[in-house]
């Protein structure tokens, strides 16, 4: 028996064909390969310089402040984080296609790092916005050493704004303020009671120092006052710290760190200016002479006919700046930079003698914001 054919027409059959694909008239581009980031690839794209800048601490971005210093500052405090404004007419670098929009959450190349923030000074609360002084032996120094240092012969320098280098710290009351002085308090004692106020004056004998420096080539002459006993505080920490050696020695390194090459002999004369050398940018040293004054809570502290009278220092020593403190009683724990000061309760006779007079209205009035100025620019000066 045979086999059968089993052929049959294959052109009945339907045919099976791979769909086509026609082409448009708009031809779909492949994309572009991106390369792969690296400091090896081809294309490596940053972050722009312009977004990897970090916020500036300044002009309007310290609380209110327009300058380093300015006369809407109220409270020293860190820098904020806010984006640098770009200035009009200023360009911009053009961010690739690919850089992610400023303020987006997203994550940065790989090897791209944020530069580390400078070093600041670490200072207590300071505050700026006193309006009162007190119209009492505080505020009748401050008042007389700007009279002083704006005559003729005064040898008081300005800054930059042409406010002559005179200013008064206010200090908060201390448990030690009403108790009974210690003969011979330690290095250990000091440290804990003036510790702060060691820094506060490190920065505001920086920021002077750098403020009268580049105005004279000779030594640069600063006078630190404070105030003796009164009432019952029998322990005043403003004359307490210029008492005594230490302090001075402490706030001095405040001030210049490894930059202070140079001190006193042991056992120098408080009495006497106190002689410091600090290394200066260009490798060479600069003396820096202390006057340290304790003054009496009287009209002593007034009378320039009067040896350890403000007027009378100011022109024996005859300083570039000058930093006077005093204590302001209260609970308060933060310091107080004065910015102006009235002759409000203080009489001048004719000769130029200034006394306490407690019932005498103000009418005159010093503004001077060069100390805040000065601390602000030390604080955001990095640390030496």
């Known amino acids: 028996m045979g086999i059968p054919d089993v052929r049959r027409d294959r052109s009945s059959l339907p045919v099976h064909r791979p769909p086509v694909d026609r082409p448009s008239f708009e031809p779909t581009r492949t994309p572009e390969a991106r390369p792969v980031e690296g400091p090896t690839s081809p294309r490596e794209h940053r972050v722009p310089a312009w977004a990897e800048r970090p916020a500036a601490v300044g002009d309007?971005?310290?609380?209110?402040?327009?300058?380093?210093?300015?006369?809407?500052?109220?409270?020293?405090?860190?820098?904020?984080?806010?984006?640098?404004?770009?200035?009009?007419g200023e360009r911009r670098e053009a961010a690739p296609a690919d850089t992610p929009t400023i303020g987006a959450r997203t994550s940065r190349t790989k090897d791209t790092k944020d530069p580390p923030p400078a070093a600041q000074r670490a200072l207590p609360?300071?505050?700026?916005?006193?309006?009162?002084?007190?119209?009492?032996?505080?505020?009748?120094?401050?008042?007389?050493?700007?009279?002083?240092?704006?005559?003729?012969?005064?040898?008081?320098?300005?800054?930059?704004?042409?406010?002559?280098?005179?200013?008064?710290?206010?200090?908060?009351?201390?448990?030690?303020?009403?108790?009974?002085?210690?003969?011979?308090?330690?290095?250990?004692?000091?440290?804990?009671?003036?510790?702060?106020?060691?820094?506060?004056?490190?920065?505001?004998?920086?920021?002077?120092?750098?403020?009268?420096?580049?105005?004279?080539?000779?030594?640069?002459?600063?006078?630190?006052?404070?105030?003796?006993?009164?009432?019952?505080?029998t322990n005043n920490p403003s004359g307490d710290f210029v008492s005594h050696r230490a302090n001075i020695d402490a706030a001095m390194e405040e001030a210049f760190g490894a930059n202070l090459v140079g001190r006193p002999p042991a056992g120098a004369d408080m009495n006497q200016p106190l002689t410091y050398q600090?290394?200066?940018?260009?490798?060479?040293?600069?003396?820096?002479?202390?006057?340290?004054?304790?003054?009496?809570?009287?009209?002593?502290?007034?009378?320039?006919?009067?040896?350890?009278?403000?007027?009378?220092?100011?022109?024996?020593?005859?300083?570039?700046?000058?930093?006077?403190?005093?204590?302001?009683?209260?609970?308060?724990?933060?310091?107080?930079?004065?910015?102006?000061?009235?002759?409000g309760g203080l009489a001048t006779g004719s000769n130029g003698t200034s006394t306490h007079d407690g019932g005498r209205a103000s009418s005159r009035d010093y503004a001077n914001r060069s100390l805040q100025r000065a601390i602000e620019h030390a604080r955001d000066t990095p640390a030496p």
């Open 125 to 233: 609360d300071i505050r700026f916005d006193s309006s009162d002084a007190g119209d009492f032996y505080c505020e009748h120094v401050f008042h007389v050493a700007q009279r002083e240092a704006l005559a003729s012969s005064s040898t008081v320098m300005s800054n930059s704004h042409g406010e002559r280098l005179v200013g008064f710290i206010h200090l908060p009351q201390d448990a030690q303020a009403t108790q009974a002085p210690t003969a011979s308090p330690t290095d250990a004692q000091l440290a804990a009671r003036h510790g702060d106020t060691r820094r506060v004056v490190g920065a505001a004998i920086a920021g002077y120092y750098d403020d009268a420096r580049q105005q004279t080539e000779g030594p640069v002459r600063i006078m630190v006052t404070g105030f003796g006993t009164f009432g019952r505080f």
């Open 278 to 343: 600090v290394r200066q940018p260009d490798g060479s040293t600069r003396d820096v002479q202390i006057r340290a004054l304790r003054l009496s809570v009287d009209d002593d502290a007034l009378d320039p006919a009067q040896a350890g009278s403000i007027p009378h220092e100011m022109r024996s020593f005859s300083p570039h700046a000058v930093i006077s403190m005093g204590l302001r009683p209260g609970s308060q724990t933060h310091y107080d930079v004065e910015n102006h000061a009235d002759d």
């Open 60 to 88: 309007a971005d310290y609380e209110g402040t327009p300058d380093r210093g300015g006369a809407t500052g109220t409270r020293m405090g860190a820098g904020t984080d806010r984006p640098r404004r770009v200035a009009e």
